[in-house]
């Protein structure tokens, strides 16, 4: 697909290797104006040019090409779908819930052979940066005993002919590859994140949470903000959680617009974007930061804060929102941490929820 707007840059051995310092500097033009045309960022993409460095890592792409075509028949028929697959929630490659099997068979069933688990292992820990693995290991230990014990996964399309997408699903996990095979998205489509790492019901400074950090970069921002800021960016009532269908490119935003922020004010949203996007591979942390482009970049996004469900009531905001015309990203973080994520070039694209 030449012509498609995300066209990554996947499989050198240290293409993950962009410091924070890096992703901040690329991705700002130092003015808000400037950040609607954050598209280049050479750091963040570039790969090494042909026959220089080390030779290429096979990409999650490749592991799925080769599981498709590993699968017999028997297996096919529980896990494989057409491209367009539907049932009763929708498009099922568009879905993305905060708790659900996309199939039955867990990973580390018999149902997989050994050979078929460490290529799924493989797709799936490639889809991260090497500097979450640990992180991200923890995550499903915390919240599903483990990595491979409660997720389950589906393909669909036809890996290396055409139009495919893998998909692994469980406990506070949605997570997609498709070699760019769906049009105008980023992560393949929506995509789920999450951590409850000491119960159901975390203590306002989220002990051992993977994910709060997150939350305390987009806290810093709304220190940063003046009075009349904090009016505009605080809402009393979050909207539910999966609420994260586009608004259209014409509807109103709630929150603070990127574009009011001060200098510093704007290089700590950048920070921000930069922690959201950070556990994944490289190719994938640029296709997000690439979407915003056409929709007028950064400067078109607000952040939102929510009073409702503070924990402790301690004016630490749990629950926030960065949104755009067709870019959201939403972090709950009570009673635990759930974050929602829908992020594409165009605003017509519609997706699945419960």
């Known amino acids: 697909?030449?012509?498609?707007?995300?066209?990554?840059?996947?499989?050198?051995?240290?293409?993950?290797?962009?410091?924070?310092?890096?992703?901040?500097?690329?991705?700002?033009?130092?003015?808000?104006?400037?950040?609607?045309?954050?598209?280049?960022?050479?750091?963040?993409?570039?790969?090494?040019?042909?026959?220089?460095?080390?030779?290429?890592?096979p990409t999650p792409e490749n592991y799925v090409q080769k599981l498709?075509?590993?699968?017999?028949?028997?297996?096919r028929k529980v896990v494989w779908f057409d491209w367009d697959h539907t049932d009763k929630r929708g498009l099922l490659r568009t879905h993305v819930d905060a708790n659900w099997s996309?199939?039955?068979?867990?990973?580390?069933?018999?149902?997989?052979?050994?050979?078929?688990?460490?290529?799924?292992?493989?797709?799936?820990?490639?889809?991260?940066?090497?500097?979450?693995?640990?992180?991200?290991?923890?995550?499903l230990q915390?919240?599903?005993?483990?990595?491979?014990?409660?997720?389950?996964?589906?393909?669909?399309?036809?890996?290396?002919?055409?139009?495919f997408?893998?998909?692994?699903?469980?406990?506070?996990?949605?997570?997609?590859?498709?070699?760019?095979?769906?049009?105008h998205v980023a992560f393949g489509g929506p995509i789920f994140y999450g951590h409850a790492a000491q119960g159901f019901d975390e203590r306002p400074d989220h002990?051992?949470?993977?994910?709060?950090?997150?939350?305390?970069?987009?806290?810093?921002?709304?220190?940063?903000?003046?009075?009349?800021?904090?009016?505009?960016?605080?809402?009393?009532?979050?909207?539910?959680?999966?609420?994260?269908?586009?608004?259209?490119?014409?509807?109103?935003?709630?929150g603070l617009p990127v574009s009011d922020l001060s200098p510093d004010q704007q290089e700590q949203i950048q920070k921000v974007l930069f922690n959201l996007v950070e556990p994944y591979r490289q190719g994938d942390r640029g296709d997000a930061i690439k979407s915003l482009a056409p929709r007028g970049g950064l400067a078109a996004c607000r952040i939102a804060f929510y009073q409702s469900d503070d924990i402790g009531n301690d004016g630490v905001w749990d629950n926030w929102r960065l949104e755009g015309p067709s870019f959201v990203w939403h972090f709950r973080g009570a009673p635990h941490v759930h974050v929602w994520v829908n992020v594409s070039d165009d605003p017509t694209v519609k997706i699945s929820t419960s």
């Open 1 to 57: 697909m030449p012509d498609h707007p995300f066209r990554t840059i996947q499989g050198h051995p240290n293409d993950q290797n962009v410091s924070r310092r890096e992703f901040v500097r690329n991705v700002s033009t130092a003015t808000v104006a400037g950040l609607a045309a954050c598209t280049s960022l050479p750091n963040v993409l570039r790969a090494a040019e042909p026959g220089q460095g080390k030779p290429s890592e």
């Open 68 to 75: 498709y075509e590993s699968l017999t028949p028997e297996q």
């Open 102 to 139: 996309i199939t039955e068979p867990v990973i580390s069933s018999r149902f997989f052979t050994a050979d078929q688990q460490e290529l799924i292992e493989a797709i799936f820990f490639k889809l991260y940066n090497p500097d979450w693995h640990a992180r991200i290991r923890k995550q």
């Open 142 to 163: 915390d919240d599903a005993g483990g990595y491979g014990r409660k997720q389950s996964i589906a393909l669909f399309g036809h890996p290396g002919q055409g139009k």
């Open 165 to 183: 997408q893998f998909v692994m699903t469980g406990r506070h996990l949605t997570i997609r590859c498709d070699g760019d095979s769906a049009d």
């Open 207 to 254: 002990p051992g949470n993977v994910f709060w950090e997150q939350a305390l970069k987009a806290n810093q921002l709304y220190k940063m903000l003046d009075g009349k800021q904090r009016k505009v960016a605080l809402i009393a009532e979050a909207p539910d959680e999966s609420e994260v269908q586009f608004r259209g490119g014409t509807a109103e935003i709630p």
